[in-house]
T-cell receptor
Framework: GAGVSQSPRYKVTKRGQDVALRCDPI?????LYWYRQALGQGPEFLTY????????KSGLPNDRFSAERPEGSISTLTIQRTEQRDSAMYRC??????????????FGPGTRLTVL | GEDVEQSLFLSVREGDSSVINCTYT??????LYWYKQEPGAGLQLLTY?????DMKQDQRLTVLLNKKDKHLSLRIADTQTGDSAIYFC????????????FGKGTRLSVIA
């Protein structure tokens, strides 16, 4: 696709429900990142993948959060037993990764999650 | 955002220059970025600078980097109402793919 896409754009759920957020990176991009952005804050890192391998998950706040990228393309961020404090904008980014050097991260529009 | 500091608000008149400042603490910062966030939109990359550079100019945008003081600035010349947005500075460490560390963002308001 032309850019990073995320779905759904908005998700409202009740506390205790599980949610799955999807990210479709730019075609050919090797690296995929998940960030969470609270109101009035900058994005904060959650986890990232190179191809299908999860390289770093140190930013996941607890074990209710998990992510996968089974075929090295689309990724899903899953939040189990959602809590109100999980409400935020969840942003996905992808980058090409040339020869091991940092490459620009391009962001999708985000998923606004509201937990009631 | 605790490693990156930005002032929260800036207001300028249309046609004036805007200067958005950012300070960071990580001396290993290698790549420094400016992103723009408009309401309801994703984060748009504006420009970036490598740590071995002092200045980078791209049309109306000028980025200045003072490594000694760990200070990064973004100057927007001839600011327009369409420049109203939140501007984030961000950096990565090392040369491999690593996550971005963002500031809290500066909200730029342009008065017509």
């Amino acid at each position: 696709g032309a850019g990073v896409s995320q779905s759904p754009r908005y998700k409202v759920t009740k506390r205790g429900q599980d949610v799955a957020l999807r990210c479709d990176p730019i075609s050919g991009h090797v690296s995929l990142y998940w960030y969470r952005q609270a109101l009035g804050q900058g994005p904060e890192f959650l986890t990232y993948f190179n191809y299908e391998a999860q390289q770093d998950k140190s930013g996941l706040p607890n074990d209710r959060f998990s992510a996968e990228r089974p075929e090295g393309s689309i990724s899903t961020l899953t939040i189990q037993r959602t809590e109100q404090r999980d409400s935020a904008m969840y942003r996905c980014a992808s980058s090409f990764r040339r020869g091991g050097y940092t490459d620009t991260q391009y962001f999708g529009p985000g998923t606004r999650l509201t937990v009631l | 955002g605790e490693d990156v500091e930005q002032s929260l608000f800036l207001s300028v008149r249309e046609g004036d220059s805007s200067v958005i400042n950012c300070t960071y603490t990580d001396s290993s910062s290698t790549y420094l970025y400016w992103y723009k966030q408009e309401p309801g939109a994703g984060l748009q990359l504006l420009t970036y600078i490598f740590s071995n550079m002092d200045m980078k100019q791209d049309q109306r945008l000028t980025v200045l980097l003072n490594k000694k003081d760990k200070h990064l600035s973004l100057r927007i010349a001839d600011t327009q109402t369409g420049d109203s947005a939140i501007y984030f500075c961000a950096f990565t460490s090392n040369s491999g793919n690593t996550p971005l560390v963002f500031g809290k963002g500066t909200r730029l308001s342009v008065i017509a």
